[in-house]
């Protein structure tokens, strides 16, 4: 874990060779911060990844802190259990959770830190109120459900908007992430936007050299982070 980032790239395994996961975190844990695990529900999105049965396995074995991404319904009742199985941090969906305080408190009661994420179409002023209470706050810059989708720049205004929300805390700022379509070439646009923390799933786990790949993209969005 790259202790020292002020940039994070965590890679998602929604692209990786399930067959062989643990071998698929090993080559890139040396160079990255999170390993950035996937749940969905075939509800709350079109597609199913993992039971949790089966993501408690993935925690277990992952040589990097997990962030659990819950693109589930009924997230308030499930995300604790995420937390309390050893993810570093859980983040759930703001359009999924019944009561989004009481959700936040539970996963931190449970030991670990706290996320919220949003569809593109979710009206963005919805979480500026919970943006100091929150350890990250996620920019969906795809339609969440599947992999390998085009970046959405029309994205970007909102990730300006939460920089500066961010910017005017006093004390802790939470990480600003952008998950979706991240390449060498759309980093560098939603670093200088302000986002400090992005999600590369099939630009990591489809090249040739993933440990490059990812040590590529830390160095094109430290160029432009601002």
């Known amino acids: 874990m790259n202790k020292s980032a002020q940039i994070f790239i965590n890679p998602s395994i929604l692209n990786a060779n399930f067959d062989?996961?643990?071998?698929?975190?090993?080559?890139?844990?040396?160079?990255?911060?999170?390993?950035?695990?996937?749940?969905?529900?075939?509800?709350?999105?079109?597609?199913?990844?993992?039971?949790?049965?089966?993501?408690?396995?993935?925690?277990?074995?992952?040589?990097?802190?997990?962030?659990?991404?819950?693109?589930?319904?009924?997230?308030d009742l499930i995300a604790p259990r995420y937390a309390h199985a050893g993810c570093a941090s859980?983040?759930?969906?703001?359009?999924?959770?019944?009561?989004?305080?009481?959700?936040?408190?539970?996963?931190?009661?449970?030991?670990?830190?706290?996320?919220i994420a949003i569809k593109p179409g979710t009206d963005f002023s919805k979480v500026e109120d919970f943006i100091a209470v929150i350890d990250m706050l996620v920019v969906m810059t795809v339609e969440p459900g599947f992999g390998g989708q085009a970046f959405m720049s029309q994205q970007m205004p909102k990730v300006k908007q939460a920089r500066e929300w961010i910017n005017s805390l006093n004390g802790a700022k939470p990480i600003l992430q952008v998950d979706g379509?991240?390449?060498?070439?759309?980093?560098?646009?939603?670093?200088?936007?302000?986002?400090?923390?992005?999600?590369?799933?099939?630009?990591?786990?489809?090249?040739?050299?993933?440990?490059?790949?990812?040590?590529?993209?830390?160095?094109?969005?430290?160029?432009?982070?601002?």
């Open 20 to 75: 062989d996961l643990e071998n698929e975190i090993s080559k890139v844990a040396a160079v990255s911060d999170f390993l950035h695990l996937d749940i969905m529900d075939n509800k709350f999105v079109p597609n199913f990844t993992f039971a949790f049965e089966r993501a408690v396995e993935i925690i277990k074995i992952s040589k990097l802190p997990v962030d659990a991404h819950l693109m589930i319904e009924n997230p």
């Open 181 to 226: 379509g991240i390449s060498e070439i759309t980093i560098e646009e939603a670093a200088e936007s302000g986002a400090n923390c992005f999600v590369a799933g099939s630009a990591v786990y489809k090249s040739v050299n993933p440990v490059a790949t990812i040590e590529k993209l830390r160095e094109l969005a430290k160029a432009r982070f601002s």
């Open 90 to 115: 859980v983040t759930f969906h703001y359009e999924a959770a019944k009561s989004v305080g009481q959700t936040i408190n539970d996963i931190r009661s449970n030991g670990a830190k706290v996320g």
